[in-house]
């Protein structure tokens, strides 16, 4: 009797630990972004030029993650490099050479780029890496730590940015 109510108390302990972190955590809400909010953004993007507006963010486990609608008129004269961020692009819109890698030249200035979710980052001149002609459909990962720029555009363009903060 003893030994049985100690094999079911063993059990029931190898049991709890057994769950898994993650399903004792509270879930987190789901965020949804409908294709109409990304169509508002993009008007309000061309009518006020706003190159950077976030959309949505969650504080996720691990950090936080945010979308962020992009638009650009024109290429960037240099470069950016985000700290802790890694940023995902979607082109939606528009085509144009995408560089990343290679080093900031110049003397990189800190920018702070909270605001929009991509936290401590550098800005510098473009100098070396690897270009890329990207249009509709194109994803580039650009990870924290990496010089990317828009070298040249052929029209204007706009792109999805899904941008993920382990410091947050
Ligand atoms: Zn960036």
Redesign the pocket.
């Known amino acids: 009797m003893i030994r049985t109510l100690s094999r079911s108390l063993a059990v029931t302990f190898v049991t709890l630990v057994a769950v898994p972190a993650a399903a004792q955590t509270p879930p987190v809400p789901a965020v949804h972004i409908s294709p109409a909010e990304i169509a508002a953004l993009l008007e309000t993007a061309i009518a006020k030029s706003a190159v950077d507006q976030p959309i949505k963010s969650a504080d996720v486990h691990g950090g936080k993650a945010l979308v962020a609608m992009l638009h650009r008129d024109r290429a960037e004269a240099g470069a ?1 490099i ?1 700290e802790r ?1 890694t ?1 995902t692009y979607y082109i939606l819109h528009g085509s144009g050479t995408i560089v990343t890698g290679g080093t900031l030249g110049g003397t990189a200035k800190p920018t702070d780029l909270t605001r929009v979710g ?1 936290g401590p ?1 550098l800005s510098g001149e473009r100098q070396g890496g690897d270009s890329r002609h990207v249009s509709p459909g194109d994803v580039i990962i ?1 990870p924290a730590g990496t010089p ?1 720029s828009f070298s040249t555009l052929d029209s204007p363009i706009s792109y999805l ?1 899904f941008r993920f903060d382990p410091g947050k």
């Open positions: 950016l985000h961020v940023e991509a980052s650009i990317h940015v």
